[in-house]
């Protein structure tokens, strides 16, 4: 029986032979690459899936995690080209085409991005972080109407999830809709009373309802808690790498 990939040198050769040309044997070297990979070693992990993809080259899992090494390097065009070629080998994975849609937002390409999103749920609808990236999306394209029905279904899906909540209060702001807004707002600070980015934004909703002495006290609250953000707010942009600003600058 083959050798596993040494984990020592992260090299995928083998003196009994090559483990890599024979059906199921590539998974050893993934996992390998998974343990460069949380041990902190991202240069081993690339080096060795570099390797995998030179023998095996239509390896999906090899490709889509060199891609977003590239991603999280500053090579977005060559992380672009490697996610949609693992998205193109392995069409049932809604995580290459979530990561894939990331990739495009930081290029502005959003409505690629938002067609990538949309196969996600088309392949899971009960992804609420889908729907949430979604309503992202079709906010960063000023589609009001499907941002806010995608931050809906989000919090129905994750009823929680605090980053949900602030942006549909803003997407509801911008419609017109400031006490759907408001409720929104307070919502979120029911689940997180330290939110900042709540506070302020409550803060010019209520100073834009002309209700002035409730914006002032929002404004103090925020202000007391400094750039304190909500704790889940970057929950998506750790994973993806990509600014998700409740609050507008």
Same mark, same amino acid.
């Given at each position: 029986?083959?050798?596993?990939?040494?984990?020592?040198?992260?090299?995928?050769?083998?003196?009994?032979?090559?483990?890599?040309?024979?059906?199921?044997?590539?998974?050893?070297?993934?996992? #390998?690459?998974?343990?460069?990979?949380?041990?902190?070693?991202?240069?081993?992990?690339?080096?060795?899936?570099?390797?995998?993809?030179?023998?095996?080259?239509?390896?999906?899992f090899?490709?889509?995690?060199?891609?977003?090494?590239?991603?999280?390097?500053?090579?977005?065009?060559?992380? #672009?080209?490697?996610?949609?070629?693992?998205?193109?080998?392995?069409?049932?994975?809604?995580?290459?085409?979530?990561d894939?849609?990331?990739?495009?937002?930081?290029?502005?390409?959003?409505?690629?991005?938002?067609?990538?999103?949309?196969?996600?749920?088309?392949?899971?609808?009960?992804?609420?972080?889908?729907?949430?990236?979604?309503?992202?999306?079709?906010?960063?394209?000023?589609?009001?109407?499907?941002?806010?029905?995608?931050?809906?279904?989000?919090?129905?899906?994750?009823?929680?999830?605090?980053?949900?909540?602030?942006?549909?209060?803003?997407?509801?702001?911008?419609?017109?809709?400031?006490?759907?807004?408001?409720?929104?707002?307070?919502?979120a600070?029911?689940?997180?009373?330290?939110?900042?980015?709540?506070?302020?934004?409550?803060?010019?909703?209520?100073?834009?309802?002309?209700?002035?002495p409730?914006?002032?006290?929002?404004?103090?609250?925020?202000?007391?808690?400094?750039?304190?953000?909500?704790?889940?707010?970057?929950?998506?942009?750790?994973?993806?790498?990509?600014r998700?600003?409740?609050?507008?600058?």
């Amino acid at each position: 029986m083959a050798k596993k990939a040494s984990a020592a040198t992260g090299s995928l050769k083998n003196p009994v032979g090559d483990p890599l040309r024979e059906a199921g044997t590539v998974e050893p070297a993934l996992r #390998e690459v998974m343990r460069h990979l949380e041990g902190g070693r991202p240069e081993q992990a690339r080096t060795l899936c570099k390797e995998i993809i030179a023998r095996v080259p239509r390896q999906p899992f090899a490709l889509h995690m060199l891609g977003m090494l590239e991603f999280h390097s500053g090579n977005i065009r060559e992380a #672009e080209r490697l996610v949609a070629q693992a998205a193109a080998l392995k069409p049932d994975s809604a995580m290459f085409f979530a990561d894939l849609a990331a990739i495009l937002r930081t290029q502005g390409r959003i409505s690629e991005a938002i067609v990538a999103c949309r196969k996600v749920l088309s392949l899971n609808p009960q992804d609420g972080d889908a729907w949430y990236r979604l309503g992202c999306f079709l906010r960063d394209s000023n589609e009001l109407d499907g941002c806010i029905e995608a931050f809906h279904e989000a919090i129905r899906l994750r009823p929680n999830f605090v980053p949900a909540h602030l942006n549909l209060g803003i997407a509801l702001g911008e419609s017109g809709d400031l006490d759907a807004a408001e409720i929104v707002y307070q919502r979120a600070l029911e689940l997180e009373p330290e939110a900042a980015n709540a506070h302020y934004n409550l803060g010019i909703l209520l100073h834009k309802k002309d209700e002035y002495p409730a914006a002032e006290n929002a404004f103090k609250k925020a202000l007391r808690l400094g750039r304190k953000i909500s704790r889940h707010a970057t929950t998506w942009e750790s994973q993806s790498s990509i600014r998700v600003a409740p609050v507008r600058q």
